[in-house]
Every structure is written in C-alpha cells, then in structure tokens.
C-alpha cells in the first residue's frame, strides 16, 4: 500500500480544498463521476503529460508526436472492431433497476437489493453523436474511444512527411471517452479521460524484443518520477483475457488504496490494425524496407497509460503525515519535475518594503518555474500550505533581507534553510531543477 495514511478520503479532500480537482457541475449537484481539474491539478496534470512527451519522444530520436482529431471517419470504428466488439455485459436490476457489469457482479442476484436480475446483453461503450444538422443515421459519428486509431490513420502522413525508417513511433496525448457502466474510485475510471498513447512501428520478427524495450522503458519513467517502486507491478495478460487484436499484454499495476489496478497496457497489437484499415480504406499502408528489399506491414507495440490514473497515482504515491511537534505535517512529496507550484515567495509581514522586494525576487524567478506569492497568515502557517501542495521551495524575505539583498530558501522535504543572494536565485534553481 502506499503509505497507510493516504486514504482516497484524504486524497478525495485535499483534491477539493486545495483546488486540484472538483466534482463536475458541482452547483448542478455534480454529474456521474466527471470531474474538473483546478488551478493546482490542471498544472500537475500538465507536468505528468509534459514529462511523457519529454521523455517518450524529447529524449529519443525514434519518436515524434501527433494531436489528431476526436472525431473521425465512422468507419474506422468499423475497422477498428469498436463497433463489434468495443462492449461490456450489461445486466439491469428487475426491482430496483440499477446496472451492473455483469462481470463484477457475484452470484446471481442485485447487491443492492437482492432483486432479480436480466439476461446480460451487449452494451457497446462508444459515445455517439451526429455531425450535421440532422439526426440521422448516415450521420452518425462517435467520441474515440482511445487515441490509438487516430495514429494509426495518420501511419502512412506521417512516415512520408518525417521520412522515417523503421522502427520509429508515433506519441499522442488526448482525451478518450468511454461510456464506462461502472465509473468510479475518484478520477480512476471515469467516461471522459486522458490518455497518453505510443505506436511503435517495427519490423515482423523483432516484435517481442521491441515490447521488452517499452515495458522496461515505461516503468523506468515511473521510477525516474518518484514513485516507490514497491507500489508498482507488471502484469502479463493470461491468454483468456487477451483483447481480439493482441498477441502478448503487460499491464504496469500501482497499488492505489483501493488495491492493485492498472496504470497502463503495454500491448504487442501485431499488424492487426494496419491490416484492418487497409483492407477497409483501400490504401496501401505497407512499408518498403529498401535494405533488405521487401515490403510488409509493421507490427505495432502500443504502450497506452492514462494521464489521469498516473496523475491520481502520483498524488497518492506522495501523500506523507508526518509528526511535527504537536501537530502533523501533511506533505505531498512529489517529484519537483511534478509539482505543481515550484517555488513560493513569502515574504515575512505584509509591510511594503518587504513585499516590495519580494515581488522583485518573484520577478527574476517566474520567467523559468511556476512561482506563488503569499503573505497571509504566519509563515509557519504557509510553510504548511505550501507542504501541503508539495512545493519543493520556499523563499522567504525579511528584515536582514533588505540590508544584504538575501532571502532564505526553505526545502520542502528536509525543512533545511539556505541563505542565498537575491540576484542569484535565478542560477540557483537552474540548478536545483536540471535533470543531471
Ligand atoms: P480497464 O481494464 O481499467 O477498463 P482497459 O484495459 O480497458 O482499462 P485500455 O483500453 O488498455 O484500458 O486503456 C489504456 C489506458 O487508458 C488504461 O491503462 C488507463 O490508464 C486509461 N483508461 C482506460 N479507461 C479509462 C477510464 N474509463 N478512465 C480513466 N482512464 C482510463
């Protein structure tokens, strides 16, 4: 578990009063588990997706990236299989008339009610909608249900346009939709999500090394991040559960407070999607390999995390209640890569000469790190806001500060103080926040 302390609870309160993330529609009285994410989450959401793109496509030249549409050409849900086989069981309560999945339902009555429940029937989880005017059925066009097909649709565009060799990949952060029956345990499941998807293109044959490579590069971006590896598990899909399109699945599992589930997929989709959509659009989306002379359709190792699950992950990962004299001290230690305030400016009253000089530091350093300035309440009290966000840093200016034009710098974890010159603040957390 990640620290006995985090509870979804605490996590569920801190989200709200902090402004990281609110229950949708919240004056309306909320709407079926969708959430909105605040001033705080927004930006930590922002520092999960950008680390991603950092790191699956900045830090290698075997990458590029896309942001292809949310709506597209219907038949590729027919290509795709979404339109046959993208569907959950369904079964309906005959008294009360709630729904259930019926593969997490036990036995064979409602638990809510211990009503009679219906046969199960296939309930396909696409949203639909209709472009145009009119309702009508030759209009019909569906939110994506995962970002993957927009990629692939876009394989052949993009090969040409950045003439790559395989194998190269295709990276795309965007949101997904899901008409999930059982949404639920806060932003983990929910029917409007993020997700951060790579295709990777490779040669028939090289496949299983390929998927090897992700599933070690994946959870190794996790760990690079701060989270306690103990939290964090592979899964190998059994040959039952594999979807219609996979030849081999690893699942990165975190032990979220309410048990092991999944961050993200780590799938060997073969050719199945390339061949799919070349049968049905009628383009040819083989590649020609001019060394060897031969052409063929790529297999595709397709590692597909959620950007709000690992985000949710991350927060429960850095939830910390330490003791602090007679109280506790609530730390949200993440990563500074991560966090979503950098440093906090605090200068140590109100009285204009300091505040004076603290926006000037604030000043030279909020060009190049989100900053916050605060001067309410006893710095102590903000020491604790500021923990409690998990901001890695705080300067506070004070009366000595406008003899020697030095503030001090408090770190979040250790609670250890520097004393450093105002003009150098600027280098100082280059070098704090470089990736050596
Ligand atoms: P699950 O079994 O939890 O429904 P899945 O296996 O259907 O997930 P994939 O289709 O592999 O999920 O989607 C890839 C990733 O997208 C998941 O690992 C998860 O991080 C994210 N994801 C999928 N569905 C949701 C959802 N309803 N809400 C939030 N994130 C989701």
């Known amino acids: 578990m990640a620290r006995p ?39 930590l959401k922002n520092n999960v997706k950008n680390a991603w793109i950092r790191s699956v496509v900045q830090e290698r030249d075997d990458m590029v990236l896309l942001d292809a549409a949310i709506l597209m050409h219907p038949q590729v849900w027919q290509a795709s299989g979404h339109l046959d086989n993208f569907t ?51 209009d019909v066009a569906y939110l994506r249900p995962e970002t993957a097909q927009g990629i692939f649709a876009n394989f052949k565009n993009v090969a040409t346009a950045t003439r790559r060799k395989l194998p190269f990949g295709i990276a795309q952060v965007g949101k997904a939709f899901r008409n999930e029956i059982t949404p ?31 599933v070690d590069a994946r959870l190794d971006w996790y ?16 040959r039952s559960e594999l979807a219609h399109y996979a030849k081999a699945t690893v699942d990165i599992e975190y032990l979220f407070p309410f048990g092991w589930s999944e961050l993200e997929g780590i799938a060997n989709r073969t ?17 020609f390999d001019d060394q060897n002379n031969n052409r063929f359709l790529p297999y595709v190792i397709e590692p597909s995390a959620g950007a709000d699950r690992s985000t949710l992950a991350f927060l429960v990962d850095a939830y910390v209640e330490e003791p602090d004299k007679d109280e506790t001290r609530v730390v949200l230690k993440l990563h500074r890569e991560l966090a979503p305030i950098k440093v906090a400016f605090l200068p140590l009253s109100k009285k204009p000469v300091l505040a004076e000089l603290t926006r000037k530091a604030q000043k030279l350093v ?21 923990d409690e966000i998990g901001t890695p840093y705080c300067i506070t200016v004070d009366f000595q500060s406008l003899e020697d034009d030095a503030a001090t710098i408090r770190e979040r974890d250790s609670m250890g103080q520097v004393r450093v010159p105002i003009a150098e603040l600027p280098q100082w957390f280059a070098q704090a926040f470089s990736r050596g």
């Not at 806060?186 to 299983?208: K, L, S």
């Not at 690079?224 to 190998?236: C, S, T, V």
């Open 366 to 386: 909020s060009p190049l790190l989100m900053t916050q300035y605060d001067d309410t309440q006893s710095i102590g009290r903000r020491y604790r806001r500021q």
């Open 223 to 238: 760990r690079r991040l701060g989270m306690n590896m103990e939290n964090l598990k592979l899964r190998e899909h059994e």
């Open 184 to 214: 639920g345990n806060f932003t983990f499941r929910t029917r409007e999500f993020e997700q951060m998807e790579i295709e990777y293109f490779v040669a028939p044959g090289t496949d299983d090394e390929w998927h090897k490579h992700w």
């Open 271 to 287: 050719d199945f999607d390339l061949r799919q959509h070349q049968e049905h659009s009628g383009e040819d989306l083989t590649y």
């Open 5 to 43: 302390e985090a509870t979804m609870d605490k996590i569920v309160s801190l989200c709200k009063r902090r402004g990281f993330v609110f229950p949708s529609s919240e004056i309306y009285g909320g709407f079926s588990s969708t959430w909105d994410y605040g001033p705080l989450g927004s930006l």
């Open 88 to 138: 959950d069981p369904l079964v309906d309560c005959k008294s009360c008339k709630q729904r259930f999945r019926a593969d997490q339902v036990e036995g064979d009555r409602c638990s809510a009610c211990g009503g009679e429940l219906t046969e199960a029937r296939q309930f396909n989880m696409m949203f639909k909608t209709f472009v145009g005017p009119v309702e009508e059925d030759a």
